[in-house]
């Protein structure tokens, strides 16, 4: 027989879980960045089963450095010091073993890298549909709110 709430149930955890995994700007950029580094990752919409056959790993030095010089506004070459070891810190203490927890990556604590996982895919297509959204909904009440000012000052409609 069929219960809606075990659906419910299934599908509020699965969002929550997906909602904590990319709230963080570094596990939205690692997820982003081994898309990249991973061109055959970048599924065709029909395509139903991911291989991860052959993939090679990306240190999480590199990995670091990236996320480093995409958040200083600075090249890879300056992406080190401080800066730098802030982001390979709270990638090998927190954000990477989350990411291998919803299997989106698999990390090695011994040889430092990563390499993408099954459901890899799938949170970098939740990731970029969410960041498009949130932009959405930002952009228009900045929108709106600036079309409210604008009215206000025009005398068109009062405070």
């Known amino acids: 027989m ?3 709430t075990h659906i419910s149930k299934n599908t509020d955890e699965t969002a929550s879980t997906i909602h904590h995994t990319l709230r963080a700007s570094r596990r939205r950029y690692t997820i982003f960045l081994l898309i ?3 061109p055959q990752l970048r599924v065709a919409p029909d395509q139903t089963e991911f291989s991860n056959g052959g993939t090679c790993s990306l240190s999480v030095r590199e990995l670091a450095r990236e996320i480093a010089s995409l958040e200083e506004g600075i090249s ?3 992406a080190t010091g401080e800066k730098y070891r802030n982001v390979y810190n709270s990638l090998i ?3 990477l073993p989350k990411l291998a927890e919803v299997g989106a990556l698999n ?3 011994t040889s430092k890298t990563v390499k993408p996982d099954e459901n890899l895919v799938a949170l ?12 959405l909904i930002f952009y228009s009440s900045i929108v709106d709110q600036s079309d409210h000012e604008e009215a206000i000052l025009d005398g ?3 405070d």
């Open 107 to 109: 990390y090695n604590s």
């Open 76 to 78: 890879k070459d300056q």
């Open 156 to 158: 068109t409609i009062d």
């Open 93 to 95: 203490q927190t954000h």
């Open 124 to 135: 970098a297509m939740a990731a970029s549909i969410s960041c498009t959204v949130s932009e």
């Open 36 to 38: 990249h580094y991973h």
């Open 2 to 4: 069929f219960d809606p």
